[in-house]
């Protein structure tokens, strides 16, 4: 059982900056696979990007690449979402979840934090 809990939502400005952070509990946090969604009002969830267990792999949705980056540090069982150039579309509920089996499933989730994005 893995309890995720996210971080570092707010208010900012068009082509600023947030880094979201998500902290897991339990000792096995560096064997999951990672992944970072957002969902925005009257919209469907969406995926943002992932990163593999060791941190060697990441993917982004064509939407958020180039802007946004996903790290870990599994010593600190900690996963982040730095978001760079911020745009009003970006405005959504962002999520974490685990992977346990590197396999795109994700079974695992926190509770969302929300990160707005003004004009």
């Known amino acids: 059982q893995v309890q995720l809990v996210e971080s570092g939502g707010g208010l900012v400005q068009a082509g600023g900056s947030l880094r979201l952070s998500c902290a897991a509990s339990?000792?096995?946090?560096?064997?999951?696979?990672m992944g970072w969604f957002r969902q925005a009002p009257g919209k469907e969830r969406e995926f943002v990007g992932s990163?593999?267990?060791?941190?060697?792999?990441?993917y982004y949705a064509d939407s958020v690449k180039g802007r946004f980056t996903i790290s870990r540090v599994n010593a600190k069982n900690t996963v982040y979402l730095q978001m760079n150039n911020l745009k009003p579309e970006d405005t959504a509920v962002y999520y974490c979840?685990?992977?346990?089996?590197?396999?795109?499933?994700?079974?695992?989730w926190g509770q969302g934090t929300q990160a707005t994005v003004s004009s």
């Open positions: 979840a685990a992977d346990p089996t590197g396999r795109g499933v994700y079974q695992y």
């Open positions: 990163i593999s267990s060791s941190g060697g792999d990441t």
């Open positions: 339990g000792r096995t946090f560096s064997r999951y696979a």
